[in-house]
Every structure is written in structure tokens, then in C-alpha cells.
């Protein structure tokens, strides 16, 4: 996997939907509508549990990457 800097969420979410990238971490606020859409799937969420916002998406600690909690 490579590194690839954006300038911006909207530049990423859009490299992801074009198929540029394959990856992308963002806020779940903003992923979510194209998910949703079925032009993009959540792995899982950067916390511990999941969220309210989306009770189907897995958190990091439940689909096995332990240590890892994006709770802000």
C-alpha cells in the first residue's frame, strides 16, 4: 500500500470514487452518504465501539486491530 496525500477530504473521497484510490480514511460523516449510495463501503470505524451513526459498521477492535481508537 502507498501513501498518497491529498489536499483535503473532498479530493480524497472523490479519488476514491473515481477508482484512483483503493483506501481512504475520513470521518464517517462524509463517507457514509456514498456508502449508503453503494459507491463506497465502511470497513469499520477508527473506535473501540461502534457508533450510533452507523450500528452496521464494525469498530477496528471488532474486525481484530486492537490498540487503535480514533475517538476525538
Do not use: N, W
Amino acid at each position: 500500500m502507498a501513501h498518497v496525500s491529498y489536499k483535503g477530504g473532498v479530493l480524497s473521497t472523490t479519488g476514491l470514487l473515481s477508482g484512483e484510490i483503493q483506501v481512504i480514511f475520513s470521518p464517517i460523516s462524509t463517507t457514509l452518504p456514498h456508502a449508503k449510495a453503494g459507491h463506497a463501503r465502511v470497513l469499520a470505524v477508527s473506535r473501540a465501539k461502534c457508533l450510533e451513526l452507523a450500528p452496521d459498521v464494525s469498530s477496528v477492535l471488532e474486525v481484530g486491530v486492537p490498540g487503535l481508537d480514533g475517538t476525538g
